[in-house]
């Protein structure tokens, strides 16, 4: 059973960066058919895709262009994890933040969610 | 960006009698091996969204025979033939043929 585990801070300070690690059980940040994905949610904005990274020979990387020169997805495969930076916060980023596994078409495992509030 | 559109955007229900929930999108979710990149989640209240279907019509691991989703193209169509009270929460259909992963705003499914 896949099982992904979220960790991070619930408060960042604007301008600051915000840092979530996604953990992963029962497979392989470096499979080579599932890519690993962040959404966030929040009342404004909805489900917003904001990111995957995924193994195929090598690690690729697609970003939302609304975050794209905001935004690092990094795999750890001494961990098998990975993570999401989002540089130069303001309040509008204030939401829910989720790990998911894509495979077969779908968001097939999440993680339980971190809320990040952005606030001095 | 592929556009997804929900309707209705509230439900009331009445278990034990039919539920479905109506989903299009800005341009075909039908890629080129075939398949058609629809899916539907159920955020059920304080959890993470749950995976429902996939690929259109496809039911996901554990998830009961109540649930149908049909559709092509554009245009898709999740189906409860027989309410439950669990059933209750937000509906979202999401497609995947193309980055980036897009939502429909959610369909809130009430008793």
């Known amino acids: 059973q896949v099982q992904l585990q979220q960790s991070g801070p619930g408060l960042v300070k604007p301008s600051q960066t915000l840092s979530l690690t996604c953990a992963i059980s029962?497979?392989?940040?470096?499979?080579?058919?599932?890519?690993w994905n962040w959404i966030r949610q929040s009342p404004s904005r909805g489900l917003e895709w904001l990111g995957r990274?995924?193994?195929?020979?090598?690690?690729?990387?697609d970003y939302a262009l609304s975050v794209k020169s905001r935004i690092t997805i990094n795999p750890d495969t001494s961990k098998n994890e990975f993570s999401l930076q989002l540089k130069s916060v303001t309040p509008e980023d204030t939401a829910v933040y989720y790990c998911?596994?894509?495979?077969?078409?779908?968001?097939?495992?999440w993680g339980q969610g971190t809320l990040v509030t952005v606030s001095s | 960006d592929i556009v997804m559109t929900q309707s209705p955007l509230s439900l009331p229900v009445t278990p034990g009698e039919p539920a479905s929930i109506s989903c299009r999108s800005s341009?075909?979710?039908?890629?080129?091996?075939?398949?058609?990149?629809l899916d539907w989640y159920l955020q059920k209240p304080g959890q993470s969204p749950q995976l429902l279907i996939y690929?259109?019509?496809n039911r996901a691991s554990g998830v009961p025979d109540r649930f149908s989703g049909s559709g092509s193209g554009t245009d898709f169509t999740l189906t409860i033939s027989r309410v439950e009270a669990e059933d209750v929460g937000v509906y979202y259909c999401?497609?995947?043929?193309?980055?980036?992963?897009?939502f429909g705003g959610g369909t809130r499914v009430e008793i």
């Open positions: 341009q075909s979710l039908l890629y080129s091996n075939g398949y058609t990149y």
């Open positions: 998911t596994r894509y495979q077969s078409g779908a968001c097939d495992y």
């Open positions: 999401m497609q995947a043929v193309e980055t980036p992963l897009t």
């Open positions: 029962g497979d392989s940040v470096s499979s080579n058919i599932a890519a």
């Open positions: 990274t995924y193994y195929r020979s090598k690690w690729n990387y």
């Open positions: 690929l259109t019509s």
